[in-house]
């Protein structure tokens, strides 16, 4: 059973054994980012200067495509990705809860219900341990040898890069740090209409506003 990109981006971002999300503070930026991309793939979008150009109205059947397709239709303009971004990052909750629930339906991930005090809450490990470790190898492959295995791998690598992921998936400094560069140099040579190219620049600068402004709050709080 296929899985769509920002599906394989949330297998990815959970913590197999554990089930915690281990990018919560930018899960919302890669899932906004993997929807732009399938967007693209399918001809549904361009962008170019940083501007999301809608080129097909008709949905696709999958909700969160159609969702950013119904925003981009209701609009006068075109859209700033970042802006897009934001707009996504704003419905995390609404647009990954579904996700998960697909993948748990799908048997990729299990959900464990879970309970402190009088709070309730789930936990999302893998149920499928070796289709995950094998984007993870995909993806180091990809990375490390330039061998690609599937069409989303580059665009994983991108999105794991530009979420602070990839970090996960190698094993020392010196891997990081050529991790760090060749995902750069994989995002240049993969471009779907300029949309990856503008995307992972898109996620990436949001993530640093986001760190920015963390670091603000927290100086002036102290």
Do not use: C, W
Request: avoid cysteine; charged fraction near 30%; proline fraction near 2%.
């Amino acid at each position: 059973m296929d899985l769509t990109l920002k599906e394989k981006l949330l297998l990815l971002a959970y913590h197999p054994d554990k089930g915690t999300n281990l990018i919560p503070t930018y899960v919302g930026h890669g899932i906004a980012g993997a929807i732009l991309l399938e967007l693209a793939a399918l001809k549904k979008i361009n962008i170019e200067d940083n501007r999301i150009r809608l080129l097909d109205h008709k949905k696709t059947g999958d909700d969160q495509l159609d969702y950013l397709i119904n925003i981009l239709s209701n609009s006068s303009k075109n859209y700033k990705v970042k802006s897009i971004l934001a707009k996504i990052q704003g419905k995390t909750s609404m647009i990954k809860k579904p996700l998960l629930e697909g993948l748990v339906k799908k048997r990729y991930l299990k959900r464990e219900e879970k309970r402190f005090l009088i709070f309730r809450y789930n936990r999302y490990p893998s149920a499928n341990i070796s289709y995950r470790k094998d984007l993870i190898e995909y993806i180091r492959r990809l990375v490390l040898r330039n061998i690609n295995s599937d069409n989303d791998i580059p665009l994983l690598a991108g999105l794991t890069g530009a979420t602070r992921l990839s970090a996960k998936f190698f094993h020392n400094k010196e891997e990081r740090k050529i991790a760090t560069k060749r995902i750069k140099e994989i995002v240049k040579e993969n471009q779907v209409d300029q949309a990856i190219d503008e995307t992972i620049k898109a996620v990436q600068a949001a993530i640093m506003a986001s760190i920015v402004t963390t670091v603000v709050i927290t100086s002036a709080s102290n």
